[in-house]
């Protein structure tokens, strides 16, 4: 009898859990399970890119939605927003001319987000470059053939000199550098104003903007209608993403991103390294500023800086602070502005419109950061958990 239990048992042997070889849990009501919400120590990129591109494709959605709601046909959203913006030769250009301070600007957030410091001054950053460039062309600095250059050196020190203050003021005093760059915006914005309606008016015609610029204070022309402003914005690109993934200022960044404490403790010179990183910030805003007034405007306008700065953080939440993907980030939001100006005319959408689904893609990109950062781990009857 025994010998017959004992082939029994070995025909039909008990179910196990083939990766911890121990009996199966019990099935457990949907209702009674219960959840722990746990930090995720690591996840592979690709399960991070799978989740971003998730998000992206829920945040491009609701802008579908939006827009089909604001009276776009369905069946043209892809014609407008593929064909007509990138197969188009002319509004293709218009797209690297509009990307060319976008790109800018987004690796200006970006750098300055690497270090944990939170740089929402981008547009006052962008408007203090573009003042120092005028300035070089106003009062005529430097013989003619090196003008150019002169008001690119202007306008980076300027906007670096413009963030320097909130710097040393988080890192010597502690003050929340959200509010000191959010305010010197508005100081910087209210200077601006001051000139082009004073002393910087232009005198021909009156109009609350400078002097245009000459010729040789204009950025040239690379050929075929694209301006050489997307040239210097690759190259600013590539330096960066050389700084950040090549370079021993890259790795401390990195270990200043993780934790600045444990840097610190590692031997890191983590004030340097962020002064560094946010000073780069401030002088790739300021080159944003060149970049409008001498590439695109011809001169200083009034406001040629709005909606830049929020543009500038969707690039870099978008590019999770990667310079090469900030690059490509930049030239599709530089295509939903052209789109968006498209749309305005032919299907009478708002411009309010396009910054509505810059936010839908912003908020869905955002909320994907706590799905790469946390997990849910089931916890069985017996107190055991498992991964949900």
């Given at each position: 009898?025994?010998?017959?239990?004992?082939?029994?048992?070995?025909?039909?042997?008990?179910?196990?859990?083939?990766?911890?070889?121990?009996?199966?849990?019990?099935?457990?009501?949907?209702?009674?399970?219960?959840?722990?919400?746990?930090?995720?120590?690591?996840?592979?990129?690709?399960?991070?890119?799978?989740?971003?591109?998730?998000?992206?494709?829920?945040?491009?959605?609701?802008?579908?939605?939006?827009?089909?709601?604001?009276?776009?046909?369905?069946?043209?959203?892809?014609?407008?927003?593929?064909?007509?913006?990138?197969?188009?030769?002319?509004?293709?250009?218009?797209?690297?001319?509009?990307?060319?301070?976008?790109?800018?600007?987004?690796?200006?957030?970006?750098?300055?987000?690497?270090?944990?410091?939170?740089?929402?001054?981008?547009?006052?950053?962008?408007?203090?470059?573009?003042?120092?460039?005028?300035?070089?062309?106003?009062?005529?600095?430097?013989?003619?053939?090196?003008?150019?250059?002169?008001?690119f050196?202007?306008?980076v020190?300027?906007?670096?000199?413009?963030?320097?203050?909130?710097?040393?003021?988080?890192?010597?005093?502690?003050?929340?550098?959200?509010?000191?760059?959010?305010?010197?915006?508005?100081?910087?914005?209210?200077?601006?104003?001051?000139?082009v309606?004073?002393?910087?008016?232009?005198?021909?015609?009156?109009?609350?903007?400078?002097?245009?610029?000459?010729?040789?204070?204009?950025?040239?022309?690379?050929?075929?209608?694209?301006?050489?402003?997307?040239?210097?914005?690759?190259?600013?690109?590539?330096?960066?993403?050389w700084?950040?993934?090549?370079?021993?200022?890259?790795?401390?960044?990195?270990?200043?991103?993780?934790?600045?404490?444990?840097?610190?403790?590692?031997?890191?010179?983590?004030?340097?390294?962020?002064?560094?990183?946010?000073?780069?910030?401030?002088?790739?805003?300021?080159?944003?500023g060149?970049?409008v007034?001498?590439?695109?405007?011809?001169?200083?306008?009034?406001?040629?800086y709005?909606?830049?700065?929020?543009?500038?953080?969707?690039?870099?939440?978008?590019?999770?602070?990667n310079?090469?993907?900030?690059?490509?980030?930049?030239?599709?939001?530089?295509?939903l502005?052209?789109?968006?100006?498209s749309?305005?005319?032919?299907?009478?959408?708002?411009?309010?419109?396009?910054?509505?689904?810059?936010?839908?893609?912003?908020?869905?990109?955002?909320?994907?950061?706590?799905?790469?950062?946390?997990?849910?781990?089931?916890?069985?009857?017996?107190?055991?958990?498992?991964?949900?």
């Amino acid at each position: 009898m025994a010998d017959a239990s004992l082939a029994v048992a070995m025909a039909h042997p008990p179910k196990t859990d083939m990766k911890t070889n121990a009996p199966p849990r019990p099935h457990q009501p949907l209702a009674s399970r219960r959840y722990a919400l746990e930090i995720r120590q690591h996840m592979a990129w690709r399960w991070q890119a799978l989740i971003l591109a998730i998000a992206l494709l829920v945040g491009l959605a609701i802008s579908a939605a939006i827009l089909v709601a604001a009276g776009v046909p369905a069946g043209e959203l892809a014609n407008e927003f593929v064909v007509q913006t990138f197969l188009d030769g002319q509004n293709f250009r218009a797209v690297l001319f509009q990307a060319a301070p976008m790109i800018l600007v987004g690796l200006a957030g970006s750098m300055a987000f690497r270090a944990r410091f939170w740089n929402l001054g981008l547009e006052g950053q962008m408007i203090w470059g573009a003042i120092g460039a005028t300035a070089v062309s106003m009062w005529q600095i430097g013989p003619e053939n090196l003008r150019l250059p002169l008001m690119f050196v202007a306008a980076v020190g300027c906007g670096l000199l413009w963030v320097l203050g909130p710097a040393w003021l988080k890192l010597k005093l502690g003050v929340n550098e959200i509010i000191s760059t959010l305010m010197l915006n508005y100081m910087a914005a209210n200077f601006l104003l001051h000139l082009v309606y004073g002393s910087w008016k232009d005198p021909k015609d009156n109009f609350p903007y400078s002097p245009q610029f000459r010729v040789f204070e204009r950025l040239p022309e690379l050929g075929a209608g694209v301006g050489s402003a997307i040239l210097l914005a690759g190259i600013v690109a590539l330096a960066a993403w050389w700084l950040v993934g090549v370079s021993r200022a890259g790795l401390y960044l990195r270990f200043v991103d993780a934790s600045p404490r444990v840097a610190h403790a590692a031997g890191v010179p983590v004030r340097r390294t962020i002064y560094g990183a946010v000073l780069l910030s401030g002088a790739m805003a300021g080159l944003a500023g060149f970049a409008v007034a001498s590439g695109q405007e011809g001169r200083l306008t009034q406001a040629f800086y709005q909606g830049y700065g929020f543009s500038g953080i969707l690039i870099a939440f978008l590019a999770r602070n990667n310079p090469l993907a900030a690059t490509v980030v930049a030239l599709l939001v530089a295509a939903l502005f052209v789109t968006g100006r498209s749309l305005q005319v032919f299907y009478q959408v708002p411009f309010s419109m396009v910054q509505l689904i810059q936010a839908a893609i912003v908020v869905c990109v955002a909320s994907s950061d706590f799905f790469i950062r946390h997990r849910l781990r089931r916890i069985g009857a017996d107190g055991a958990k498992a991964a949900a």
